[in-house]
């Protein structure tokens, strides 16, 4: 008599891609990870497939991607490090700004699964200092430093160096990612950036935030105290 673990195990299908995308589009956007976490134990090609959201940072289904690949990294590690190399390519200079998300990718996977990212992290550096991936790296950063500020001191002072920019966009998610690493050798930074009211948008806890450069800059400083 087969063991009731054989008896109950899921079998793999084979979903078409068309369809595949059509379900996960729709847990998206009910943020149903559970459920999408679920049909990557039944189709393998959900981390694949996941990646053909990460192209708009402008459509929230872009960041609720991010979280559904991070959340099958957890899960069905495997099934995420055969993407690891796909989005390395896609952050090269010959792929340019088609890769806009695979920064902010890289970060969220370590989130929830560290081993999948942690030999790549020294890159975090040059992805830093271009242009196209520097927003979304920064993001990504802020995202592992919730659960591995440890792994992230290297990077701090490219980090620092963006509190900069001309762009309000990564000054606040240089403070907000400072913050999370607790990065105290930035703290004459954040606090020169405490009273910046550029306006910024930020995609937090499942849904756009609208703040500011400055508002971000004091809940940085609040977590160094």
Not at 14 to 30: P, Q, V, W
Request: aromatic share 6%; charged share 25%.
């Amino acid at each position: 008599m087969p063991c009731a673990a054989a008896v109950t195990q899921t079998p793999i299908t084979r979903m078409s891609r068309r369809r595949l995308r059509e379900k996960l589009a729709a847990f998206l956007e009910e943020r149903n990870f559970a459920a999408v976490v679920d049909l990557a134990s039944q189709e393998q090609a959900v981390a694949d497939v996941l990646l053909q959201f990460l192209y708009d940072p402008h459509d929230i289904l872009q960041w609720r991607a991010l979280e559904g690949l991070g959340r099958v990294a957890e899960a069905h590690p495997d099934q995420v490090r055969k993407v690891i190399t796909r989005l390395l390519w896609l952050l090269n200079e010959d792929s340019g700004s088609f890769g806009w998300g695979a920064a902010a990718a890289l970060g969220e996977i370590g989130r929830q699964q560290l081993s999948l990212v942690r030999d790549v992290i020294p890159m975090f550096c040059g992805f830093l200092r271009e242009d196209f991936s520097r927003e979304p790296m920064l993001w990504g950063i802020g995202r592992l430093a919730e659960t591995h500020p440890e792994v992230l001191a290297e990077v701090v002072p490219d980090i620092m160096a963006c509190l900069t920019d001309a762009n309000p966009q990564v000054k606040a998610l240089s403070a907000w990612s400072l913050g999370r690493i607790g990065a105290r050798e930035a703290r004459e930074e954040l606090q020169g950036l405490a009273a910046d009211n550029e306006a910024v948008l930020l995609y937090d806890q499942g849904d756009w935030r609208r703040t500011t450069v400055g508002e971000l800059a004091r809940e940085a400083l609040a977590r160094l105290d």
